[in-house]
């Protein structure tokens, strides 16, 4: 599997994406991002580091760091080819487009 390196810890610790996980030290911490925004924790996080946009696990990343993860993350999953598997995809964002206007 490609290793994608994100940058190091300050304690010499190395933050990689491996595969469809953010790694530290090659231990996997997380598989997804989120946003600081809609993060329980947001006031206390803005607190400590002011430029932390994105949250993987307990470890935060600035925005672009975050882009690193999330192309290395795209990188790590495969094209979908089956037609009825990408139909199904479409289907099921139009249908969660539409509950989240109001249209039931």
Same mark, same amino acid.
């Given at each position: 599997m490609?290793a994608? =390196?994100?940058?190091?810890?300050?304690? #010499?610790?190395?933050?990689? @994406?491996? #595969?469809?996980?953010?790694?530290?030290?090659?231990d996997?911490?997380? $598989?997804?991002?989120?946003?600081?925004?809609?993060?329980?924790?947001?006031?206390?996080? *803005?607190?400590?580091?002011?430029?932390?946009? =994105?949250?993987? #696990?307990?470890?935060? *990343?600035? @925005?672009?760091?975050?882009?690193?993860?999330? #192309?290395?993350?795209?990188?790590?999953?495969?094209?979908?080819?089956?037609?009825?598997?990408?139909?199904?995809? =479409?289907? $099921?964002?139009?249908?969660?487009?539409?509950?989240?206007?109001?249209?039931?």
């Amino acid at each position: 599997m490609q290793a994608t =390196f994100i940058r190091e810890t300050s304690d #010499g610790r190395k933050i990689e @994406v491996i #595969g469809p996980y953010v790694c530290v030290d090659r231990d996997p911490v997380a $598989d997804q991002l989120v946003e600081v925004a809609s993060h329980p924790n947001k006031q206390a996080i *803005l607190h400590a580091l002011p430029n932390a946009a =994105f949250m993987a #696990g307990p470890i935060v *990343l600035t @925005v672009e760091e975050a882009s690193l993860v999330r #192309g290395a993350f795209a990188m790590a999953t495969e094209a979908e080819t089956d037609k009825a598997a990408i139909e199904k995809r =479409f289907r $099921d964002a139009y249908n969660s487009r539409a509950r989240a206007a109001g249209i039931e």
